[in-house]
């Protein structure tokens, strides 16, 4: 099983994608990802802010994976 620091570039791709158009939430959504296997819960929270703005179909889930952090 390999784990996202197989990949560092695989970040930077997906910033930058996200930085040219910031409606494409599945970006946002891997970087969460990333930076949740960092343990950063920081950045984890105010990621997750936006995408429950821009991935208003998800919101509930986004808003369960917030309250979920805590645990991390």
Same mark, same amino acid.
């Given at each position: 099983m390999f784990k996202f620091f197989d990949f560092p570039y695989l970040k930077e791709q997906? #910033?930058?994608?996200? +930085?040219?158009?910031?409606k494409v939430y599945n970006c946002l959504a891997l970087i969460f990802d990333l930076e949740l296997e960092n343990k950063n819960k920081?950045?984890?929270?105010?990621?997750? #802010?936006?995408?429950? +703005?821009?991935?208003?179909?998800?919101?509930?889930?986004?808003?369960w994976r917030k309250q979920n952090l805590n645990e991390i």
């Open positions: 997906l #910033e930058s994608v996200f +930085e040219k158009n910031p920081e950045k984890c929270f105010k990621i997750i #802010e936006n995408l429950v +703005e821009i991935d208003y179909i998800r919101k509930k889930y986004w808003l």
